[in-house]
């Protein structure tokens, strides 16, 4: 208790000082720059002074608790930078108040719920955050809006399901109307969006383990709505996985082949293989037999598609050959012919590619090679995806 009084004494004396003193803090919308205390002192203790102890205390109270969570962390009193920090933001938030400026407060509090970013400063976080989303005459600003982004963040972090929810809600109600940008240039309604999008996911796999699985399957349709906003082409094509598997799960194949053939047609535009790889597996389960081989043909064509725009000829003719058969086994007489067709540009490519460099050179050594492979007539060929020099495959027979 001593060492506490010694600092209020120390940090009145402090504060009274800069009092008399004033300070130039901020610009007025006139572009003056007015003078005013740091923590103004009179007749009535301010608001900013009495938060600044109440946290203070708040701070002494949670180590006299043994929270774990502050073992490793010096005391909030003894870390000066800190304090100095907090008394000059939280002055300059508290003077804006008093002229209205509200957009100034929730700057400058944002400003404190951003710097005390160490996981043991997680209550200082959550304070200052929080600060920015009470009740003002001007709540619609791009701080309270980006304070709201955050604190759904946290919130997802620590598992509280339900708060971030609705920070997230309300931060995309903000963001839609002001359309504006966090502090890194991140369009803010974007990363509401992905951040309500995990959320309602998180809250479907709750559902789902309850038993509630009609629930879930509509958190995650909300979920889908969400993310086809996002302009995140990724975010959707997993929304849409998502959602075909909760279909899927509730015995609803015809919806369950809707919402993957979305996501395989984002997946393709994406060229993500492994996205591509997962949905077919999962609509494989939806068919039996010939359905079956139809869905792991058009599988093998799309898997290869990936790799010929990646130029990588030989592993997408080893794809293509595999649809091909599988074609043929069910007598598909279309994928038969577009998989013929795509067999046969893969190896053009790669033969073309294997000797263009050597055509337009017409050096002596280029010109031995173009001849030698003639005489061989062309029965040989170099893996045109190798990279070795002596790494030769019948691979086009």
């Given at each position: 208790m001593r060492l506490l009084e010694k600092l209020l004494e120390e940090v009145m004396g402090g504060l009274l000082g800069l009092f008399r003193e004033g300070t130039q803090l901020a610009e007025d919308e006139s572009g003056r720059e007015p003078q005013f205390p740091l923590l103004s002192i009179g007749a009535v203790v301010e608001e900013s002074f009495t938060e600044f102890f109440h946290l203070l205390n708040s701070d002494r109270d949670r180590r006299a608790a043994g929270r774990p969570d502050v073992r490793f962390q010096a005391p909030l009193a003894e870390r000066h930078d800190h304090l100095d920090t907090m008394k000059l933001h939280m002055s300059i938030a508290e003077e804006a108040q008093r002229r209205g400026s509200w957009l100034l407060v929730h700057e400058h509090r944002l400003l404190l719920g951003q710097f005390f970013s160490a996981p043991q400063d997680l209550w200082l976080r959550l304070h200052f955050l929080l600060s920015c989303t009470d009740p003002c005459p001007d709540p619609d600003s791009r701080p309270a809006a980006e304070a709201r982004a955050c604190l759904a963040e946290l919130y997802l972090q620590q598992g509280e399901l339900e708060l971030a929810r609705q920070q997230a809600e309300l931060c995309v109600q903000l963001t839609d109307r002001g359309g504006?940008?966090?502090?890194?240039?991140?369009?803010?309604?974007?990363?509401?969006?992905?951040?309500?999008?995990?959320?309602?996911?998180?809250?479907?796999?709750?559902?789902?383990?309850?038993?509630?699985?009609?629930?879930?399957?509509?958190?995650?349709?909300?979920?889908?709505?969400?993310?086809?906003?996002?302009?995140?082409?990724?975010?959707?094509?997993?929304?849409?996985?998502?959602?075909?598997?909760?279909?899927?799960?509730?015995?609803?194949?015809?919806?369950?082949?809707?919402?993957?053939?979305?996501?395989?047609l984002i997946y393709r535009t994406l060229q993500d293989a492994n996205g591509l790889a997962r949905t077919y597996r999962a609509m494989a389960k939806l068919s039996e037999s010939n359905g079956l081989k139809h869905i792991r043909a058009d599988a093998c064509l799309s898997l290869g598609d990936i790799y010929?725009?990646?130029?990588?000829?030989?592993?997408?003719?080893?794809?293509?050959?595999?649809?091909?058969?599988?074609?043929?086994?069910?007598?598909?007489?279309?994928?038969?012919?577009?998989?013929?067709?795509?067999?046969?540009?893969?190896?053009?490519?790669?033969?073309?590619?294997?000797?263009?460099?050597?055509?337009?050179?017409?050096?002596?050594?280029?010109?031995?090679?173009?001849?030698?492979?003639?005489?061989?007539?062309?029965?040989?060929?170099?893996?045109?995806?190798?990279?070795?020099?002596?790494?030769?495959?019948?691979?086009?027979?």
């Open positions: 504006w940008q966090d502090s890194l240039g991140q369009p803010l309604r974007l990363r509401a969006r992905g951040t309500l999008w995990t959320i309602y996911c998180r809250l479907a796999d709750d559902l789902a383990a309850a038993g509630a699985h009609q629930v879930a399957v509509k958190q995650l349709y909300e979920g889908y709505l969400v993310a086809s906003e996002s302009e995140n082409k990724q975010m959707e094509g997993d929304a849409a996985y998502r959602l075909g598997l909760a279909y899927q799960s509730t015995g609803d194949p015809h919806m369950a082949k809707q919402f993957f053939s979305t996501c395989m010929y725009t990646r130029r990588q000829y030989t592993r997408a003719c080893q794809y293509f050959l595999q649809g091909y058969d599988l074609a043929y086994s069910v007598g598909d007489v279309m994928q038969l012919q577009r998989a013929q067709v795509l067999v046969a540009n893969a190896r053009a490519h790669a033969f073309i590619r294997r000797y263009s460099a050597d055509t337009v050179s017409a050096t002596p050594s280029a010109l031995q090679r173009l001849l030698a492979w003639k005489e061989r007539g062309g029965g040989q060929e170099r893996n045109p995806d190798s990279t070795h020099a002596d790494d030769t495959a019948a691979w086009y027979r």
